[in-house]
Structure formats: C-alpha cells, structure tokens
C-alpha cells in the first residue's frame, strides 16, 4: 500500500503535468458548449467544423453582465512558457484554495465540539 | 460546458445562484462534519487534477472538443456527491474569476450543472450501477457519461430558458457533443479509478460504505 504522502505527491505532480500538457496540446477547437452555440447561431454544421473565423455571437442576449477576467483563456498573451506557469499558478491556486477552506472547516468543526 | 456571463439574463442567473449557494452550504456543512480530517489533503490533489483537467481540451471528432468534468470521479472517490459540489465550486469560482472560463454571474448555473448534477448522477449513478453490474470500473465509466451527458442537457434547457439556444437543436447540439465528451470522461474516470485502488485501496472501500 502506497503511503498518503506519497500518492498526495503524485497527484499533485499528475496534476502539474496534466495541466502543462494543456498549454501545449489542447484543442483549439470549440467545447461542447461553444459548438451548439455555433450551431443554432448557423455558423457551424452539427457534424462539420466551424466556419473559418467563426466566432460565438455572445452579445445577441440583451440584460447580461460583462466581466473581463486577468488571465482570459489562460493565457498572458506572451509565451508558451509563461502560460505553462500560469497554468501551474491556477493549478497550485485551486489546490491551496481548497487544502485551505478543506482545513478551516475542520478547525471550525473542532472547536465547536470541544 | 462553462456558460459565460452573455448567455444568461442577470434576472435567471440570480436565480441559479440562489440554489447554487443552497448546494454550497450543504457542502461546507458535509466538509465541516462528515468528511474525515485525513481526506483533506486527497480532495485539494482532487481539485487541483480537475482544474487541470478542465483546462486540456481532447478533440472529440466534428470540429468540437472537449474536458472532462471530474465531478463522477470526486464524488466515487470521496464518497459523497457533496464532495464534488465542494471541489467543483471551488474551481469554477478560480476559473471564473481568474481566467474568464464561465462567468461570474452565470457561475450559480455553472456550479448546478457541473457540481450539483454531475456530483449526484456520478454518485448515484456509480452506486446503482455497481449494485447491478458488480464491476467498479463499469459502473465508474457508466456513471461518469452520464454525469457529463445529463449536465449538458440542463445547460440545453437553462438556455433554451435564457432565450440564447432554441429548445431541439440545442439538446441535440448538447447530446451528441457530450455524449461523445462523455466517453472521454467515462475512460479516464475508470483510469484513474484503477489506479487509486491499486495504490490504496482502502479509500474506495471506505468511499463506497459511507453514508452520505
């Protein structure tokens, strides 16, 4: 049996790879979501690729709320290499983020019961 | 399957955050009680594999690709569909924020498709499905389509609610996408399920006889 310290380990580094694998060999292609949009919208056939330049109409929908994310489409808008670490960043970020929560609510927990 | 901020109206957007947060608070309450202290670390290596997952789109044929949700998986392994309400929640308010992957005001139907429902299809689907077939992985990847295919389709109707898609050919653009998306999910979910159980079997074991 695997100790816990070191199946932690290799799921974060099977994370860290996986995450840098998408920096370089994700498909540009539309997601499931993007392509039905592109379907009713008449810019793509169902079982065809999208029309070259098309793109999802977002703005067709009045009484929406528009945000502009830091780092839009995970990327810095520099290198490749860049990206991989903000990839990593995001990957460490959401690790963190619910390590941190994950053991809050178990302090919580805690010092309610005692 | 991230719907961004333009495809919703601000009025039913609220609406979706409204039960999203309800799903929230029944989740922190399962981390803060139910969930066991040394499972802490397991569920953040969860997270962070999801989000990286999420961001790898595989192209699946047709001009269109796709990620896996990982919400089947987390809620198996960690026993709970609430498991996979936390972690999904979690990444999708990174995503949202930080990288424009859903939006904000659409994050509440986000977090219900991708958390609620793929957390609860994956769970019950799996647990049904192996009270049937016996088999971990078949149940692992039967329950992992499903969770990827039946969110979608109530991303279809959210939509086709929002006035954005038109009710057919939005559940069928939807079906056939994530039914092929889904296939994905279904053999790497049962992949890595393998591969948890040959390392450490004991944490399936105690997955599968927990109550929820």
Redesign the interface.
């Known amino acids: 049996?695997?100790p816990?310290r070191v199946?932690?380990a290799?799921?974060?580094v099977?994370?860290?790879v996986?995450?840098i694998?998408?920096v370089f060999?994700?498909?540009?292609?539309?997601?499931?979501?993007d392509?039905?949009?592109l379907?009713?919208q008449g810019q793509?056939e169902?079982?065809?690729?999208?029309n070259p330049g098309a793109a999802v109409d977002?703005?067709?929908?009045?009484?929406?709320?528009?945000?502009?994310?830091?780092?839009?489409?995970?990327t810095l808008g520099g290198s490749k290499l860049a990206d991989a670490g903000l990839?990593v960043a995001?990957?460490?970020?959401?690790?963190?983020?619910?390590?941190g929560?994950?053991?809050g609510?178990?302090a919580?927990?805690r010092s309610r019961s005692s | 399957m991230h719907i961004p901020d333009s495809f919703i109206p601000i009025p039913q957007a609220a609406v979706y955050w409204l039960i999203a947060l309800v799903f929230i608070a029944l989740a922190l309450r399962w981390v803060r009680r139910e969930m066991s202290e040394e499972k802490v670390p397991l569920v953040a290596v969860l997270a962070a594999g999801v989000f990286a997952l999420q961001a790898f789109n595989i192209p699946v044929m047709m001009g269109t690709s796709g990620h896996l949700l990982g919400a089947a998986l987390v809620a198996i392994v960690l026993g709970s569909p609430f498991a996979a309400v936390f972690v999904l929640s979690l990444v999708l308010i990174v995503q949202g924020v930080l990288f424009g992957d859903g939006g904000l005001t659409t994050m509440g139907a986000n977090i219900i498709n991708m958390g609620v429902i793929g957390g609860f299809v994956g769970y019950y689907g799996y647990h049904g499905l192996l009270s049937l077939t016996k088999s971990r992985f078949a149940s692992a990847a039967g329950a992992a389509w499903l969770a990827c295919i039946i969110p979608a389709l109530a991303a279809a109707l959210e939509l086709t609610a929002a006035g954005t898609f038109p009710l057919v050919p939005g559940l069928v653009g939807m079906g056939v996408y994530h039914a092929l998306i889904g296939v994905v999910e279904a053999a790497i979910t049962a992949v890595v399920l393998g591969l948890i159980v040959s390392a450490r079997p004991d944490i399936l074991e105690r997955a599968e006889g927990a109550p929820i």
């Open positions: 049996m695997i816990t199946l932690i290799a799921g974060i099977l994370a860290l996986i995450g694998g998408a060999f994700a498909s540009s292609d539309p997601d499931g979501l392509s039905t949009a379907v009713t793509k169902l079982t065809q690729p999208a977002g703005a067709a929908l009045p009484g929406t709320f528009e945000y502009s994310a830091p780092f839009a489409e995970y990839m995001g990957t460490l970020l959401a690790l963190v983020a619910v390590l929560i994950g053991r609510l178990k919580l927990n």
